[in-house]
């Protein structure tokens, strides 16, 4: 069975895929989500999921089994391209092992949103959009999500974390780093 393999390299976590791996995953994303128009986002979604990014070869790959003439659906890799670049959930480039997405939104900022981004930059030391050199984290910010009672508020992937101040950071990020 294929497999993708993470290794630290750089800037970046490098991904690289075993021969027919990313064939392997848009065919079974596909046969699990049909072709037609309402596949598109599912399909990148699994890809996005199992690579934790959509690697650019993989558009020609998905737009050749999601076509559908007969549906009046022509894909074209510009089309694929500007879905996943839109959704803030898909990423073009490889992530750390960890996504940091801290909210920007203005109810988290008047409750201490910069200071809590100053304190995730300087504990990480990387700043908005890059990853830690040892891979484990990226930081991004992201519009409001959803939950502004709480905050400022950020995501450590799909774990949610309100009230937060600059003091929870390091325990918070404690809880994800691997040595």
């Known amino acids: 069975m294929s497999q993708v393999t993470k290794e630290k390299q750089g800037e970046h976590k490098s991904v690289r895929l075993e ?5 392997e995953i848009i065919q079974k994303a596909v046969e699990h989500h049909g072709k037609g128009r309402d596949a ?7 890809v996005n999921q199992a690579l934790g990014y959509i690697p650019g070869e993989a558009f020609g790959k ?9 549906e009046g659906l022509f894909l074209a890799d510009s089309h694929l391209f500007s879905i996943a670049s ?3 959930m898909f990423s073009l480039k490889p992530t750390g092992m960890h996504v940091i997405r801290f909210c920007e939104s203005a109810p988290c900022h008047v409750v201490g949103g910069r200071e809590v981004i100053e304190a995730l930059q300087a504990h990480l030391g990387v700043q908005v959009g890059e990853t830690t050199p040892d891979q ?7 519009s409001c999500l ?6 400022p508020v950020f995501l450590v992937d ?3 974390y309100g009230n937060v101040t600059p003091e929870r950071v390091p325990g918070i990020l ?3 780093r691997q040595e």
């Open 62 to 70: 998905i737009r050749r089994l999601l076509n559908a003439p007969e």
């Open 40 to 46: 598109v986002i599912p399909v990148l979604s699994e």
């Open 174 to 176: 404690a809880k994800y």
């Open 136 to 142: 484990q984290f990226t930081l991004l910010t992201t």
């Open 158 to 160: 799909d774990d949610i």
């Open 146 to 151: 959803g939950i502004c009672s709480v905050g």
């Open 86 to 88: 839109f959704y803030q």
């Open 19 to 23: 021969p027919g791996i990313l064939d």
